[in-house]
């Protein structure tokens, strides 16, 4: 019997794969993979609604903690972005592949499919862990050239309900940390995006009260909200609700694909908007100028190899050793203000504090200004020297 195992969200790209599978690469058996990394139950009971449907063999792997501990903890402690973007699908794909692949393994079946297309990054990020198997990998969006137009109409034509329609195309993708919105008229970087697009944040509202929360941080991770310990799940929660409700965490950007192209991406990710800014004030507060001036290289390191799926490169476990030991005093709490649209660190305070208000205090005694002036005789010495030497050869 031919199987083939297939990383499988539910929506309209891998449920078109499972008949493409079967009509087109002759596959008998049919065996999906779906990986809870926080998105929401309705998307998993569509899911599992259509693979009963659809699919031979179905498995719901729930990776949420797996998801907030390994992956999303890390991308904090680096400050993710790329471009601006927090890498919220990104970072959940290297997961989605592994636990693909494992199944695939414990059965013994040697070909994997995915249903991304071969114009996003997406495809790189799943065969990066799928080509580390002895597996053959399939890709039928890619292999097959499909335009998103015939996917509707084959889903339709085999029984397949479909939400999105010619006018509202949207490609959505979901998890914890964040919500991705792509497709049809939002192509058009100049096209402004409608407010229907948004499921997450309300639209920033200049009348609406700000309001202050409080961040707990314990060696880089985020540890408890206003006081109360949480796990990394629960936090995240409600952070995208309580940001959302202020219209923080959108992003509409250009964005450079790994494969050199230029896409308009949105997305949504209030608690992401919330706890990076927060983490990165803390940080500040504790940790030296040249270990903030290095650690700016190792983030942007780290987030470039994050974003390309590059989990399993040798020097993303060199650069997490790093950050780890760099996190070990990033310590205390952070005030943010959430008000139309922004989250804006306005307190912080921690143990490990750097920062010495008796020191810099304009009443302070404890330094006499009149000890910086040798400071200031020598500083800028070499350009002064340069300027007199010039003046004198004139």
Same mark, same amino acid.
């Given at each position: 019997?031919?199987?083939?195992?297939?990383?499988?969200?539910?929506?309209?790209?891998?449920?078109? !794969?499972? /008949?493409?599978?079967?009509?087109?690469?002759?596959?008998?058996?049919?065996?999906?993979? $779906?990986?809870?990394?926080?998105?929401?139950?309705?998307?998993?009971?569509?899911?599992?609604?259509?693979?009963?449907?659809?699919?031979?063999? =179905?498995?719901?792997?729930?990776?949420?903690?797996?998801?907030?501990?390994?992956?999303?903890?890390?991308?904090?402690?680096?400050? #993710?972005?790329? *471009?601006?973007?927090?890498?919220?699908?990104?970072?959940?794909?290297?997961?989605?592949?592994?636990?693909?692949?494992?199944?695939?393994?414990?059965? #013994?079946?040697?070909?994997?499919?995915?249903?991304?297309?071969?114009?996003?990054?997406?495809?790189?990020?799943? *065969?990066?862990?799928? &080509?580390?198997?002895? !597996?053959?990998?399939?890709?039928?969006? &890619?292999?097959?050239?499909?335009?998103? *137009?015939?996917?509707?109409?084959?889903?339709?034509? =085999?029984?397949?309900?479909?939400?999105?329609?010619?006018?509202?195309?949207?490609?959505?993708?979901?998890?914890?940390?964040?919500?991705?919105?792509?497709?049809?008229?939002? *192509?058009?970087?100049?096209?402004?995006?409608?407010?229907?697009?948004? #499921?997450?944040?309300?639209?920033?509202?200049?009348?609406?009260?700000?309001?202050?929360?409080?961040?707990?941080?314990?060696?880089?991770?985020?540890?408890?909200?206003?006081?109360?310990?949480?796990?990394?799940?629960?936090?995240?929660?409600?952070?995208?609700?309580?940001?959302?409700?202020?219209?923080?965490?959108?992003?509409?950007?250009?964005?450079?694909?790994?494969?050199? $192209?230029?896409?308009?991406?949105?997305?949504?990710?209030?608690?992401?908007?919330? $706890?990076?800014?927060?983490?990165?004030? $803390?940080? =500040?507060?504790?940790?030296?100028?040249?270990?903030?001036?290095?650690?700016?290289?190792?983030?942007?390191?780290?987030?470039?190899?994050?974003?390309?799926?590059?989990?399993?490169?040798?020097?993303?476990?060199?650069?997490?050793?790093?950050?780890?030991?760099?996190?070990?005093?990033?310590?205390?709490?952070?005030?943010?203000?959430?008000? !139309?649209?922004?989250?804006? /660190?306005?307190?912080?305070?921690?143990?490990?504090?750097?920062?010495?208000?008796?020191?810099?205090?304009?009443?302070?005694?404890?330094?006499?200004?009149?000890?910086?002036?040798?400071?200031?005789?020598? =500083?800028?010495?070499?350009? &002064?020297?340069?300027?007199?030497?010039?003046?004198?050869?004139?």
């Amino acid at each position: 019997m031919s199987e083939v195992v297939l990383a499988y969200s539910g929506g309209l790209d891998t449920s078109v !794969c499972i /008949p493409l599978l079967k009509e087109r690469y002759g596959f008998d058996k049919i065996v999906t993979v $779906l990986v809870d990394v926080g998105q929401p139950r309705s998307d998993i009971e569509r899911g599992n609604r259509r693979a009963k449907q659809l699919a031979d063999e =179905h498995y719901v792997i729930d990776a949420r903690e797996e998801f907030v501990r390994d992956y999303i903890f890390p991308l904090i402690k680096a400050n #993710g972005s790329y *471009e601006g973007y927090v890498l919220g699908t990104a970072i959940a794909r290297p997961l989605i592949a592994m636990k693909t692949a494992l199944i695939a393994k414990e059965k #013994g079946i040697k070909n994997l499919a995915h249903g991304c297309t071969g114009r996003g990054n997406d495809q790189l990020r799943f *065969e990066a862990i799928f &080509r580390a198997t002895d !597996c053959r990998v399939i890709a039928p969006m &890619r292999e097959l050239d499909l335009a998103r *137009e015939w996917e509707i109409d084959y889903a339709r034509e =085999h029984g397949i309900e479909v939400a999105v329609t010619r006018d509202k195309p949207w490609s959505i993708d979901e998890n914890i940390w964040s919500r991705s919105i792509e497709g049809g008229k939002l *192509e058009d970087p100049y096209f402004e995006p409608p407010e229907e697009i948004y #499921g997450w944040t309300q639209k920033p509202d200049a009348s609406k009260s700000a309001q202050i929360v409080e961040i707990g941080f314990s060696q880089g991770v985020p540890v408890s909200l206003d006081g109360a310990q949480m796990s990394g799940i629960e936090l995240i929660e409600k952070l995208n609700l309580i940001g959302g409700e202020h219209g923080v965490g959108r992003t509409d950007m250009v964005e450079d694909r790994v494969l050199g $192209l230029k896409a308009r991406e949105n997305y949504e990710h209030p608690a992401a908007t919330i $706890l990076l800014a927060a983490h990165k004030d $803390l940080e =500040h507060l504790v940790l030296s100028r040249s270990e903030l001036r290095f650690k700016v290289m190792v983030d942007e390191a780290w987030s470039e190899l994050a974003y390309m799926g590059l989990v399993e490169d040798p020097l993303y476990s060199d650069l997490n050793a790093f950050l780890d030991q760099s996190q070990k005093r990033v310590n205390g709490s952070v005030k943010m203000k959430l008000y !139309c649209g922004n989250a804006i /660190p306005v307190g912080r305070q921690s143990p490990d504090a750097l920062y010495a208000q008796d020191m810099v205090s304009f009443d302070s005694q404890t330094l006499s200004q009149k000890d910086a002036e040798g400071f200031a005789k020598y =500083h800028g010495f070499q350009a &002064r020297l340069l300027k007199i030497k010039g003046l004198k050869s004139t």
